[in-house]
């Protein structure tokens, strides 16, 4: 479960803090190849890469778990690199395209708003990525980002934006507002950094998130 790519991805203390949100990006004319699983890719951070967890526990593994369970046969591919920024996912992902996604859920900001990057320079990496998808016609889901309060609130509210415009510029988006919701500020929900989510965390952020999923594959035709 949870397949992960052919490349080791890295693990630091630099992962994401915040909250992702999730939108769809897609084109109807997407379709899966007949006779294999759809290949879902989660293109993002600490958060999707299992930051403190087994593979087994993280949410690419618990997500496909409950994917299958719900009878879409779905292979979940894991992309997340931990401290990866919008540019570094912007910079791979043509190498993790090469897995041949039917499906993407784009991740990535966390670390843009933990290091105070320019919310410019945020969208339109992410807006890259998404042009690129777009243009193969693979659907996608946005993760969105709150940047942390002691940045100042003009800081906070230009980053929110650039969530907020992408969406409206995409108007087949699918959104999700808050990944970790039910799970950030919880204790019981997360490991002891209070950032990352534990295995009750993850298993919450997947009912959370399972119908947002869902619209997003409903995205991909059968061939």
Do not use: C
């Not at 320079?121 to 016609?137: D, F, H, P, V």
């Not at 940047?147 to 415009?165: K, Q, T």
């Amino acid at each position: 479960m949870g397949a992960r790519l052919g490349r080791r991805a890295l693990i630091g203390r630099g992962s994401a803090g915040f909250v992702l949100l999730l939108a769809g990006n897609g084109r109807a004319g997407a379709q899966a190849p007949a006779g294999r699983p759809l290949r879902l890719l989660m293109l993002g951070d600490s958060i999707t890469a299992a930051y403190g967890l087994s593979r087994p526990e993280g949410l690419p593994a618990r997500l496909e778990a409950a994917l299958q369970a719900k009878g879409r046969p779905v292979t979940v591919l894991d992309a997340g690199v931990s401290g990866d920024t919008t540019a570094g996912g912007r910079s791979r992902l043509e190498w993790s395209l090469a897995e041949k996604p039917d499906a993407v859920i784009v991740a990535l900001g966390g670390n843009d708003g933990l290091r105070a990057i320019e919310p410019r320079a945020s969208q339109a990496n992410l807006k890259a990525i998404l042009e690129t998808l777009k243009a193969r016609g693979i659907p996608a889901l946005l993760a969105g980002m709150y940047a942390p309060p002691n940045l100042g609130a003009d800081y906070v509210r230009e980053f929110a934006g650039v969530f907020r415009r992408l969406t409206e510029e995409n108007p087949e988006v699918v959104f999700y507002p808050f990944l970790l919701d039910g799970v950030a500020g919880d204790r019981a929900l997360n490991q002891a950094d209070g950032i990352h989510p534990n295995p009750r965390g993850v298993e919450e952020m997947v009912r959370q998130m399972l119908p947002a999923v869902e619209t997003l594959l409903d995205k991909v035709r059968p061939a």
